[in-house]
């Protein structure tokens, strides 16, 4: 079989779904929407941010001048902590509270940066407020899974430009965390190994879809990537969640982290956009020790710093389909990694 | 329970998935990206538009004078007819081909027209050339899914203004289609009725969530939906696919899709983006006694005819989530409703 020539579906092991691989696709013609490209440079500190040091939020509430991390209360959650318990099926009809504490943090005092142009030693404060909020927020009983994840550029969504991720914690297991719970739980049962760490192995021996790797880490291209340069950061060892990350570990982790958000910026010399997130285990007091965690990016341009991939109609009521093969995004990843 | 003032999640029965509701979260400012809007009347002709009549196409061929729809091969298409049929399973590296047919259908030669301002009979002929579509590539004994769709608006990743769909027709069910083919044949199976139809006499029975009937079909906010003004066109016969549909349900159908296109340009004032596609019996040659048809509308506008709703961090990784209820949308769109 030729994977870079022919139509084909690749399953994902993690969520149990097929993406659509179309590489013979890329060569269509683009008169569609254009993102507007940002390649300004801002200033350290912009007294109209409401995240940068000093600065007085929304709310009201003052920014204190922190120094590196800082950590706050989302002042808009999408989740609640006072909502009334719970669960109601009216026939079809089924609905359940969902209760919640949502926070920011802020990357670096300094506006201007994002986690591309951090050092792996900034970047290791991040990865240990990381690991703080996901060891306190997983102590409050009624949170039993913790979302740590980050949108960059304003085409993600993202609505202000100074360098911070957001962690929504809630009671229950949202729908992707949910799969892979089922999944990696299935395999373990089964196996009695981690299903990531057997997978890892096989791209270890297999060199395809590899990009980077310390002692702790790799970062690789997924065989069932869906957004054109989707990556994946994966521990070597077998860690449910970043909680069990020791000093060494947090730096590898924030070296991996740097090496790839670095990487991006050169690929169409632009500052990348992405959505980033966490995968791990629950905080529901129960063992899980099929859980394996991970990081993954899901940055959504395709051909230049302005034409995005669309998951639009097809992919909203089909299947995700991709233009270009997860290899060939290897290789273009690896031409501008220094 | 008061579904309208606290954080939530509903189920939705046909994808078995959650979506979280933040009712309380539609006041929080917004400072991100503002979508283009688009109001300069195009001409109902337009030279450069490869999907105008009598046009030449990217690939050189020529479109003929049509009258009202016209339907051909897409000229880059994302499945191959001819890729070799190949499955393969190297260790946790899964993959297999996937064969298809994929088409373009253009609703009109007005290039300034737009499902919302065609008439129920034009629509009606649209209606009539996804009947021949489905039946026609259905016959293919390697086609066994037909889903069509349609992006509108730039923001929806379309890239001509003129109106047209698309139909992706492949050898396998899509995730959304698999999800949809599971739940309605384990309700099936159980009740010996169909899932969606007992889910509508609910919803006719509450009245909370309908925003328009005529004889056979019903336009509600679905209980789950997860865009702010998601809507759904429900048969109120058993009807497992549009091939069933005779000449006066043809028309009722193009009713549905004319009141609500033209409803949803009115919320904004704008000519209103979003994905639609009609989820129905796969064409397996399987008797699919437990499948409902519907079309569905995803709009992504939230705020107004610049600001979206992005599905992005927590939602790639979590669930999807949003900020005004169902219910909500159902009174916006009764008022602009004429
Ligand atoms: O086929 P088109 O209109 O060029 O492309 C559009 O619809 C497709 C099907 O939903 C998507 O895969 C593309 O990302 C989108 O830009
Ligand atoms: O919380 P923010 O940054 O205002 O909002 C952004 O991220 C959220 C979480 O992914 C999304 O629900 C919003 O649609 C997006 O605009």
Known sequence: MNLQEYSHKRY????????LVSPHRSKRPWQGQQ???????????????????????ANGEKNPNYKDVFVFNNDFAALQKESP????????????????????????????????DMNPDDITKVVKAWKTEYQTLGEHDFINYVQIFENKGSVMGCSNPHPHGQIW???TLPNEVAKKDKSQKQY???????????????????KERIIFENDTFVVLVPFWAVWPYE???????????????????????????????SAYDQIFDTSFPYSAG??????????????????????PLLRSATVKKFMVGYE??????????AEQAVQRIKEVMS
């Open 169 to 171: 914690s809630q009671s």
């Open 278 to 299: 966490i995968h791990q285990a629950p905080t529901n007091g129960k063992e899980n020790t099929h859980w394996h965690f991970h990081m993954s990016f899901y940055p």
């Open 231 to 261: 990556t994946m950061i994966v521990p070597k060892q077998h860690l449910q969640h970043i909680g069990l990350l020791n000093e060494t570990q947090e730096y590898l982790f924030a070296e991996a982290i740097s090496k790839i958000t």
């Open 316 to 325: 909203m009521f089909g299947s995700p389909q991709r233009d270009i093969t």
């Open 35 to 57: 993102e507007k490209v940002v390649r300004e440079k801002r200033p350290t500190h912009d007294s109209n941010c409401y995240l940068c040091a000093g600065n007085t939020r």
């Open 12 to 19: 994902n092991i993690l969520t149990q779904e097929w993406v």
């Open 85 to 116: 318990d719970f669960s109601e099926e009216d026939g079809l009809l089924v609905a359940q509270s969902e209760r919640g504490i949502c926070r920011v943090i802020c990357f670096s005092p300094d506006h201007s940066k994002s986690l591309a």
């Open 188 to 206: 373990f049962d089964k196996n009695k190994r981690s299903l990531l760490l057997d997978y890892l192995k096989q791209e270890q021996a297999k």
